[in-house]
């Protein structure tokens, strides 16, 4: 069975966004494939972090990832650091990689933009990435448009390492959505929907209560026109409802279109907002047993051990081809 991989940082409250652009087709892919997913907590503290909060949101992104409808039965689901491979591997990665690739991610240039002091961390944050891939030879890795460019280093790595110590790692492809890969933020439709953006009706959190929800869709930005169709260079933020609904309530963009002729936004927003309300709730409802259950902690556990043989083995591999003398 090809392999998938994919993570998301426990850093903030996840979105509308990470669920369309990721979490979603972690679900469809886990009846295909073999497939990891983690919740990567030693990329969340490439900025800072409030140790209680990170712990918290750990022990919530992997909840959600369950109630979202992954199988633990059928994926492996575990926190990167309870897998120390990863940091390992990561570091080899590190130094095979060059400062001017690391200096052309745009995410590195967003995170650091006028700050005066940048964390190393978030500097080398993509050679870790890389690692986590390449540790268990995925061949797809299904992210949101704003992680291409990182995949694209991943391959570059890999082919970088094969080329100087042998053909060991797997190229991945990356896997993103065709509508959906960048949901766009309800103020701004130029920028992408952010659990890290300060203002919090910017977007629409998978646990936020209904109301909420509501009321941040009817805030949300339109433009002084009345039409509903899905035109993203001149109505940004009016598409980025569109592929919002579309999502939520299964239909295509032209019958959304067709549906509000004549009418106006209040009628497409109240609508849209239900639709959101209606595919949060049994998510959100899931979530609430399982963290009153306490079963995530059993879960990551179980996943962890399903994956250490895998990534011990990668780590010993390349520390052979590498040179390095291991214990014997
Ligand atoms: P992060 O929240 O940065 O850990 O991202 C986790 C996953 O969600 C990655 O695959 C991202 O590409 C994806 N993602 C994050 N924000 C969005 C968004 N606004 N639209 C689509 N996908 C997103
Ligand atoms: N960098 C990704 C993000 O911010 C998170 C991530 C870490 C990841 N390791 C990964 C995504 C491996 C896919 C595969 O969204």
Redesign the pocket.
């Known amino acids: 069975m090809p392999r998938v991989?994919?993570?998301?940082?426990p850093s903030g409250q996840l979105t509308l966004g990470n669920y369309i652009g990721?979490i979603q087709n972690f679900v469809k892919l886990q009846e295909t494939h073999e497939c990891f997913f983690?919740v990567?907590d030693l990329?969340a503290i490439t900025v800072p972090q409030e140790p209680a909060a990170l712990r918290e949101q750990t022990e919530s992104v992997a909840a959600l990832f369950i109630a979202a409808g992954i199988d633990p039965a059928k994926a492996s689901v575990f926190a990167?650091s309870h897998v120390a491979a990863h940091a390992e591997l990561g570091w080899l990665f590190t130094t095979l990689a060059y400062m001017g690739e690391l200096e052309r991610m745009t995410?590195f240039k967003d995170k650091s933009n006028g700050k005066d002091s940048v964390g190393a961390g978030l500097f080398v944050?993509?050679t870790?990435?890389a690692a986590?891939?390449l540790m268990y030879n995925a061949d797809l890795?299904p992210?949101?448009d704003?992680?291409k460019q990182?995949?694209e280093l991943t391959r570059d790595l890999a082919a970088r390492f094969n080329q100087r110590y042998g053909d060991m790692f797997t190229i991945p492809e990356p896997y993103i959505p065709k509508v959906g890969a960048r949901i766009m933020s309800l103020d701004d439709g130029t920028k992408k929907m952010s659990k890290s953006n300060p203002n919090p009706g910017s977007y629409i959190a998978l646990l936020d209560p209904p109301d909420v929800i509501r009321k941040k869709i009817s805030r949300a930005t339109t433009d002084s026109g009345r039409e509903v169709q899905f035109n993203p260079a001149e109505k940004p933020e009016v598409s980025n409802l569109m592929s919002i609904y579309s999502h939520c309530a299964g239909i295509t963009l032209e019958e959304i279109t067709a549906r509000y002729e004549g009418q106006g936004y209040g009628a497409f927003k109240k609508d849209l907002a239900e639709h959101v309300v209606a595919k949060l709730e049994p998510l959100q409802q899931r979530y609430a047993e399982i963290r009153s259950s306490g079963e995530i902690h059993q879960i990551l556990k179980q996943g962890a051990e399903q994956v250490s043989g895998i990534a011990e083995k990668t780590l010993r591999d390349a520390k052979e081809r590498m040179g390095f003398l291991l214990p014997r």
């Open positions: 991989l994919s993570g998301i940082q990721a983690m990567v990329h990167q995410q944050y993509p870790l990435m986590d891939i890795v992210v949101g704003d992680q990182h995949l």
